[in-house]
């Protein structure tokens, strides 16, 4: 069975103004996640199995729960010691799935029971309007 990865974080993380040890921290959190986003390893197995200290992981997931990637869900009020991906930033069985989390995210967020990525808002340079492009071979 092939799995299906969100492209939306994938496709804007270079926008992001994180270290490039926290994005491939952030290629092992989804590689190692359950689909769907949550991940069932604590702190100190994620730091043992990625070969670094438990204050390393810290460090690698302060930047990523900024911007809402990875999730510490609360327990009685206070954040627990659980991580698990933001649903635009999991791993799905299939597109349908994805879909169907989609929905679902998009629908708590707009009930405020998730919060929404802090990500940059995608711009491009609009097309030239006259002719073709000045492309020249270097």
């Not at 270079?14 to 290629?27: E, G, Q, S």
């Not at 992981?57 to 911007?67: F, G, I, M, R, Y």
């Not at 799905?92 to 708590?108: D, G, I, K, N, P």
């Not at 967020?109 to 340079?125: F, H, R, V």
Request: with cysteine.
């Amino acid at each position: 069975m092939a799995e299906v990865l969100s492209p939306i974080v994938g496709d804007r993380i270079w926008a992001l103004d994180i270290p490039a040890a926290t994005v491939k921290f952030l290629n092992y959190l989804i590689h190692k996640s359950d689909f769907g986003g949550q991940l069932p390893m604590l702190q100190k197995d994620m730091a043992q199995e990625y070969g670094v200290t438990k204050q390393a992981v810290s460090k690698l997931l302060v930047p990523l729960c900024d911007v809402n990637i990875v999730l510490r869900p609360e327990h009685d009020g206070r954040k627990g010691s659980s991580y698990r991906l933001h649903p635009f930033a999991a791993k799905y069985a299939s597109a349908e799935s994805m879909e169907a989390a989609f929905r679902e995210a998009l629908a708590s967020i707009k009930a405020g029971t998730l919060p929404n990525l802090k990500l940059p808002s995608y711009s491009a340079a609009p097309p030239r309007e006259e002719g073709r492009p000045s492309l020249k071979v270097a």
